[in-house]
């Protein structure tokens, strides 16, 4: 759901670039970070946006995360989070376009993260299973629909919002459900354990976000051996949109120059998950020296 360059005009970029970052800096000073915590969340959703997996119909999905975050962290650390996973994503792999960047970060760091987090304080007096899976899929179903108002907006887009949303919805709404599922799943878990409030990252969540990054290349095989594409790129087919990158990234579409796609995925996603903790952990001093 990563909007690439040439989808949106630059003054809607421009404006969700805006909304986006006094929404980042607000939470930033909202957060009650534990930065252990909060770098192993962002690393495991990394991680798991990269297992691509083929979905009958010529599409492919993976993982977002939001909602999961906001749930685990709270909404105010839950999008720092996300932001990080986002920005990293962005400049080093190019995924997702350098101008729709604020738009991205307002889909899916910000619509998915809040909407999943109080649509889960709603409904977890009835049941906590049920509440994390409609945070799940309701938080991305309308972060998707969030980035077809977006593209409707656009002049590059030749039909209007309506039609725009519409496609993003039927596509994300159905994809939503494996994202709700998900989401309930690893709630269930963590709920019965502590190694979400330790102070230190736990030997299992490293070892799971480990194992998700040795599993990236055989999901891009996977995907790629049906060739299925994310819902995005289907939706732009339908659309008549097309991209024109302006930043492929220093590792274009997790890749590495002169090496095999598949061994590249693996190095990339690597390289992901220790830029991300590498963040975290200069965050985390920084704020000791602070206080």
């Not at 534990?34 to 969340?41: E, H, R």
């Not at 920005?87 to 729709?100: E, K, N, P, R, W």
């Not at 590059?156 to 596509?171: D, L, N, P, R």
């Not at 480990?210 to 087919?237: G, H, K, Q, S």
């Amino acid at each position: 759901m990563h909007i690439p360059d040439g989808f949106l005009d630059l003054n809607i970029a421009a404006l969700f670039y805006l909304l986006s970052a006094a929404v980042l800096i607000y939470s930033f000073r909202k957060a009650k970070i534990n930065p252990a915590t909060l770098g192993v969340v962002a690393a495991a959703i990394f991680a798991a946006q990269m297992l691509n997996w083929p979905i009958p119909g010529g599409t492919s999905a993976h993982f977002v995360g939001g909602a999961l975050a906001g749930i685990l962290l709270g909404p105010y650390a839950g999008c720092v989070a996300m932001s990080l996973v986002l920005i990293i994503q962005t400049l080093v792999f190019g995924d997702g376009g350098i101008t729709a960047l604020g738009a991205n970060l307002w889909n899916m760091a910000i619509v998915n993260v809040f909407v999943g987090y109080y649509v889960y304080s709603i409904f977890k007096k009835y049941s906590e299973h049920i509440a994390s899976f409609l945070a799940g899929w309701i938080g991305i179903t309308l972060a998707a629909v969030m980035a077809g108002v977006e593209i409707g907006l656009s002049s590059a887009f030749k039909y209007g919002v309506v039609e725009a949303a519409s496609v993003m919805f039927v596509w994300h709404g159905v994809l939503g459900i494996i994202e709700g599922i998900i989401t309930a799943a690893v709630v269930s878990y963590i709920s019965t354990r502590a190694e979400v409030k330790a102070p230190t990252p736990s030997k299992t969540a490293l070892i799971v976000v480990a194992a998700m990054i040795v599993l990236a290349p055989l999901f891009a095989y996977l995907a790629e051996l049906v060739n299925y594409t994310e819902p995005l790129e289907v939706a732009a087919e339908n659309l008549g949109l097309s991209e024109n990158s302006i930043w492929s990234g220093i590792f274009p579409d997790y890749t590495v120059p002169g090496l095999n796609e598949y061994i590249g995925a693996f190095i990339t996603g690597a390289i992901g998950v220790v830029l991300i903790l590498a963040i975290d952990v200069a965050f985390a001093r920084a704020n000791r020296e602070e206080h």
